[in-house]
């Protein structure tokens, strides 16, 4: 079998990396278990460290690796040996499966375990992982190098690392130049898109622009030797990746993740409630902050109706268009804005809801008395309830069927602190708040959706996350208001609620006229 | 035919490397591919080999189209070149160890008593070889599996006198009747009774093929003792680099026949005192053809 036979080959002369490579994937796997429940800076920071090196790492020795029989240029040794390209091809696949996919996967495995998972979650959770390692483009978090799919592909159309690098440096800073320009040209911000509410949607194009065209790379210079090709290939894809990313209409990025719709979203409808008054505004209000990026905050009363009562229905991603009279158009801020719309027990989702919109400064200014158009696309998560625990709010301990795990304990004269550990690839919403059994009273509710409100795109991002809140108890240091005091702990437990995403669906309204100044909000003074 | 060239064309960009090559090899042939740098020897050779494609034409090779040649077929060929690279990481013994598979017919008797004839040092680093060694140790690589095709490219070049003998030793031991020797290079004193046919190049055209033994009797090198010292006023365009030192004149016939000559002489010259033709070797016969191709006189 020559694929074993060249694979052997490959291990003999770069094992030393293979096993420095497996080393780091060891220590920075069990410096993450050590992470438990309340990370600590200490260990975070060589976590942050180490998860660099790996990427890079992985990159060098992803095209070591192919350019030890390199497919470019006319004198390599191999061209003229009775070696099947298959096999080459194959015994470099193999390579990074066993020697790169298999030390992580494993360490991962480790890691999922040592965090507290069941063997068969830590395994669907390093599974998923790797999966996503082998295709990943590398966009987010530094070092922003791709996966080892993608460095296969480069790697097979470069002499040496020196040039894999620069070629991956030009393509992808010349594709985001081109792309950033149409997008400037097209929607008037040079980088934006990345929006979580068409995440789903621009992300799986874009892995799916990495798996073709690493496809196509690899068998234009394995079967071809179409070096040049291949180099007009990866730019083009480089430009792709960022188009999907940076280009893709909102409105279709919706669409496509709506279509997978089923039945439970089907009875929802959406409609413009112009009777309601306007939305009170408190001083720390989370989208306050619009107004400081050069969006002016506009809240439309919405009334959303159809709900199953026992299910949960999640605004994801919100997208607005502005149209003038005189022309002019405008888009709302991509930020998603996550607005809980209906929880189990309700009759019926609250009326109105008041979803807020960034509309572009300059627009507001010129048009905010004048009657616009206002086009809204609203993506929905729909979640069904999957579990109601409740444990001590010190050193309190459960871990759901789901496998996720939650502890708890005192923050000092502020609140209790929830500390969890998920699976990274299981998209779970929590919600908890603090409720003093003795008196009844309860504190608001606190809601984290992992990872974010985008539930499958980013469900690959980790072996393991972690995530928690503080729960606020009344108090004169932080100003809090909360009915529940700290004398009150000892009779209180943290109630937990989980919750499983069932599908998504998008439903649009157009607002035929309507003034924007009319709907800003009123400020209420200072808030929680 | 074990190679076959058919209006061959290779650009590189807009220099024509190759222009509208047609040569034959015959099976059990050593066959020389001769010409000035840049003539197209090697990208002849890579052709061949499909290392490179053709731009335009096409070649067959032990029968297969170049650009369908598969392991089958490389099974059988074996390549040196002077501008190989191995991995240079791996010792001499643990390459040969991980060819050894690739090739059904490898002998490893053949292999142990070629290495010991080159005396190659097998622990050794290939990157750690020097020039000549590396020259070796290629054609320890393509030895041992008793190709049916042995493509040499330029393989002496940068080697002293004494690694070249061991080299064409080591060449010319396995050379039988079944073995084909495609062979390019400027050292002609080398392919001097070695080579059977000739291919002369010259900036990617082919200015001719023949056997040796063809060669080596169309051309004569003649010296003409003159009566007085006179250039004549008409010459056959088969005789090239001509020379007048005194009374002699000297000149390549490239249409060499024996009846012939005197008369052509007498025609030339009139009445001379004597004519003197030798047979010329390899080297001088590139020589002559290349100058006189440099200097636009027909070949």
């Not at chain 2, 493509?151 to 079944?178: C, I, T, Y």
């Not at chain 2, 005197?262 to 004597?274: L, M, Y």
């Amino acid at each position: 079998m020559m694929i074993w036979h060249i694979f052997k080959k490959d291990l003999k002369l770069q094992w030393p990396f293979v096993l420095g490579l497996a080393l780091a994937d060891a220590i920075n796997a069990t410096l993450q278990g050590m992470l438990g429940h309340f990370p600590n800076f200490n260990v975070l920071q060589p976590v942050f460290f180490l998860n660099g090196f790996i990427t890079v790492a992985t990159f060098l020795l992803v095209v070591a690796v192919v350019q030890l029989d390199p497919v470019p240029e006319d004198r390599q040794d191999w061209l003229v040996r009775p070696i099947r390209r298959w096999d080459l091809l194959l015994s470099k696949l193999l390579f990074v499966v066993v020697c790169i996919h298999g030390p992580l996967f494993a360490a991962n495995f480790y890691q999922g375990l040592a965090s507290g998972l069941s063997s068969g979650q830590a395994l669907d959770a390093a599974l998923s992982w790797n999966a996503y390692d082998f295709v990943k483009i590398g966009m987010t978090g530094p070092p922003r190098f791709p996966g080892t799919l993608a460095a296969l592909a480069i790697g097979a159309a470069t002499r040496s690392v020196g040039q894999a690098l620069a070629l991956g440096m030009v393509g992808g800073v010349g594709g985001l130049l081109v792309a950033g320009g149409l997008r400037r040209a097209i929607y008037g911000d040079f980088f934006g898109g990345l929006n979580q509410s068409g995440g789903l949607a621009q992300w799986i194009l874009a892995l799916f622009v990495v798996l073709v065209g690493a496809a196509v790379v690899l068998s234009l210079q394995y079967f071809h030797r179409a070096t040049r090709s291949a180099w007009i290939v990866i730019c083009v894809g480089l430009f792709l990746v960022w188009s999907s990313l940076m280009l893709m209409p909102p409105a279709l990025a919706l669409a496509t993740q709506s279509a997978f719709s089923s039945a439970p979203g089907r009875g929802v409808s959406i409609s413009f409630v112009p009777e309601a008054r306007k939305h009170q505004f408190s001083a720390t209000s989370r989208y306050a902050s619009l107004a400081a990026q050069g969006f002016t905050p506009v809240y439309l009363p919405l009334n959303i109706t159809g709900i199953s009562p026992d299910l949960n229905l999640v605004a994801e991603g919100v997208h607005a268009t502005f149209t003038a009279a005189d022309g002019a158009r405008a888009e709302s801020d991509p930020d998603v804005l996550s607005l809980p719309v209906h929880v189990p027990g309700q009759a019926d989702a609250p009326t109105p809801l008041y979803q807020v919109f960034g509309v572009p400064d300059d627009f507001y200014s010129s048009h905010s008395d004048q009657p616009i158009r206002i086009d809204v696309d609203i993506t929905f998560g729909i979640l069904r309830p999957s579990g109601r625990y409740e444990l001590p709010p010190v050193r309190g301990a459960i871990t759901t069927p789901e496998g996720v795990s939650c502890e708890t304990r005192q923050f000092p004269n502020r609140g209790i602190t929830l500390g969890c550990i998920k699976p990274g690839n299981l998209p779970i919403r929590v919600s908890a708040d603090l409720v003093d059994h003795a008196s009844g009273l309860g504190n608001p509710v606190f809601t984290q959706f992992m990872p974010g409100d985008a539930p499958y795109a980013g469900g690959l991002t980790n072996v393991i996350t972690q995530f928690g809140f503080t729960l606020p108890f009344r108090s004169t240091e932080t100003g809090s208001a909360y009915p529940v005091t700290a004398a009150q702990i000892a009779s209180s437990s943290v109630v937990l609620m989980t919750s499983k995403p069932l599908t998504h669906v998008m439903r649009s309204v157009t607002i035929p006229n309507l003034k924007l100044s009319e709907w800003t909000a009123e400020f209420t003074g200072a808030g929680h | 035919m074990i190679i076959q060239t058919d209006n061959l064309w290779k650009k590189y960009g807009r220099l024509d490397a190759l222009e509208g090559l047609s040569i034959a090899v015959p099976e059990g042939s050593t066959f020389a591919l001769i010409g000035a740098n840049g003539a197209g020897k090697s990208t002849t050779i890579k052709t061949l080999m499909n290392i490179i494609a053709p731009s335009r034409g096409g070649a067959t090779v032990l029968g297969v189209d170049s650009r369908r040649l598969s392991p089958v077929q490389m099974a059988q060929i074996g390549y040196v070149s002077e501008n190989q690279e191995m991995p240079g990481r791996v010792s001499v013994g643990e390459y040969i160890a991980y060819l050894r598979p690739f090739y059904p017919t490898w002998d490893k008797d053949l292999e142990a008593e070629i290495l010991a004839q080159l005396g190659l040092p097998q622990e050794r680093k290939i990157k750690d070889l020097s020039h000549g060694m590396r020259m070796k140790m290629a054609l320890a690589c393509a030895l041992p599996f008793r190709p049916r095709l042995l493509v040499l490219d330029e393989p002496f070049s940068g080697l002293d006198p004494l690694v070249r003998d061991e080299f064409m030793e080591n060449v010319l031991r396995q050379a039988g009747e079944k073995l084909t020797i495609l062979i390019s290079s400027h050292e002609l004193m080398e392919l001097e009774g070695v080579a059977t046919h000739v291919a002369f190049l010259n900036k990617g055209k082919l200015l001719f093929q023949e056997s040796m033994e063809e060669l080596t009797d169309r051309l004569r090198e003649v010296h003409v003792t003159l009566e007085r010292s006179a250039r004549p006023a008409q010459m056959p365009k088969a005789w090239l680099d001509f020379r007048l030192s005194g009374n002699v004149a000297s000149f390549v016939d490239t249409a060499y026949c024996k009846d012939w000559l005197a008369a052509d002489v007498a025609a030339a010259f009139g009445a001379v005192r004597a004519i003197d033709a030798q047979a010329i070797g390899l080297r001088s016969i590139f020589k002559t053809l290349a100058r006189a191709t440099r200097d636009g006189d027909a070949a």
